[in-house]
């Protein structure tokens, strides 16, 4: 029997709201007790004893927004090295999307990624159509039965409309959620940037924030028309978070999040064309970035996440029009996520809950995963939130090293991550 019990923690679960100074007990990899000191043994036996020592004990991160080049181009990143990086930055649920090669657009495709060796969790959504082409619906009840949460195309747009409406009609007969990238393919088409005077000062093509605006609208008047559960997997613009908040009001089902590097960067820190941060979306305005932390703070944002897209070295080291777009997230996820905490905008429980419970109820994980409910898998994160780090290539763990924040100062610093009561990672002393 394995049991250990986490002492003189801070212990933060958002779920119930609990911010204290406690303890929590895992036995055979689910919690069975948390709560403030004393700690209570309530099986009376011996057990293995982590001294927190002040630290925040969370439920571990769920990352609803991650890729891979499993399998197709391992050498990106592989599922196991991903695992590697997500630990290391105390995310314990990876939601991987099906942009690989050939795409998760079948069952035995997703039972090999869901069942993949890895140090964290592993949640596969699926090919909303066949080879993520856009043109016929993929077998979404099957792909669901094997092990898919979700369905998407990845960081492509479904451009027929008609097709789109047939695969959002479907997944609301079985209550399955759809994501979509939000980005009109036409104006997008060329663009290495946001459009607008940065890009005509270097001299970029640019995609307008129109592009996505335009599609965040058609996709939810379709969910409006269709009762489909809807997820817009990140957007950028402050006119799609207008547009996604009206449709809140209005009771449509749906729900989106934003990427870390959104929250953080703009269209100015682009600078001497540095493609680490040629990113889809591409960082928009400043306007628009705060406008992603006032939907954050809101409510109207249901989640953050990293993006994880790493790209292979020649893909990014080339002009920056040429370059591929995308970046390694997953160790920069957490300190990111505690901007809106550090800032006095929210308080610690609130702005977790957009990497921890929030992420479970969009996809309504029923095992307990992000919470410390009493029986939920033993996931936690344990960090200091207060201790600074500078994000260096150098150090990550994950296969490909493209990071946005290269050089950029956070708060935020993962001591240790453990998943199911096991320990897969620890910082160095």
């Known amino acids: 029997m394995s049991r250990i019990a986490f002492l003189n923690a801070r212990i933060v679960d958002p779920a119930s709201n609990t911010d ?61 090295s991903a695992g590697r990086a997500a630990a290391a930055g105390g995310v314990t649920t990876i939601v991987l999307q099906p942009d690989t090669d050939p795409a998760l657009d079948d069952p035995a495709l997703v039972e090999y990624v869901a069942r993949a060796r890895c140090d964290v969790r592993v949640r596969p959504m699926a090919a909303l159509t066949h080879g993520l082409k856009g043109e016929t619906m993929s077998e979404m009840a099957l792909l669901a039965d094997a092990g898919a949460v979700a369905f998407t195309d990845g960081n492509r747009t479904l451009k027929n409309t008609r097709v789109m409406r047939r695969a959002l009609s479907y997944a609301a007969t079985f209550d399955l959620v759809v994501a979509v990238h939000c980005e009109d393919p036409y104006l997008a088409e060329g663009g290495a940037m946001n459009e607008g005077e940065t890009a005509t000062r270097l001299g970029l093509p640019g995609i307008p924030a129109a592009a996505e605006a335009i599609i965040v609208e058609r996709d939810i008047r379709l969910a409006e028309l269709t009762g489909a559960r809807l997820h817009i997997a990140q957007i950028s613009t402050r006119a799609s978070l207008d547009l996604i908040a009206a449709a809140k009001k209005r009771g449509t089902k749906i729900t989106c999040a934003v990427s870390a590097a959104h929250l953080a960067l703009n269209e100015l820190d682009i600078g001497t064309y540095l493609t680490f941060r040629k990113l889809s979306p591409p960082l928009r305005s400043d306007a628009d970035r705060q406008a992603m932390l006032e939907g954050v703070i809101s409510g109207t944002i249901d989640a953050i996440v990293s993006s994880h897209d790493p790209q292979a070295p020649d893909t990014k080291r080339q002009p920056f029009a040429q370059s591929a777009f995308g970046g390694a997230g997953l160790e920069t996820l957490l300190p990111v996520a505690l901007m809106p905490f550090h800032s006095g905008d929210m308080n610690l429980a609130q702005a977790l809950a957009k990497v921890t419970s929030d992420p479970a109820r969009i996809l309504r994980f029923s095992d307990g995963s992000g919470t410390l409910a009493k029986g939920a898998p033993g996931d936690l994160c344990i960090f200091d939130p207060g201790t600074a780090r500078t994000i260096r290539r150098e150090d990550l763990l994950s296969r490909s090293k493209n990071t946005p924040f290269e050089g950029l100062s956070f708060q935020g610093q993962v001591w240790r991550t453990y998943v199911g009561g096991r320990k897969v990672f620890e910082a160095a002393s």
Not at 24 to 46: C, E, H, S
Not at 67 to 80: L, M, Q, V, Y
């Open 20 to 80: 204290e100074l406690g303890a929590v007990l895992v036995q055979d990899g689910r919690i069975v007790d948390t709560g403030p000191l004393p700690f209570n043994d309530p099986a009376g036996g011996a057990y293995d004893i982590v001294d927190c020592e002040g630290r925040v004990l969370c439920p571990g991160l769920i990352d609803l927004k991650v890729s891979t080049g499993e399998p197709g181009n391992e050498h990106r990143e592989t599922i196991a």
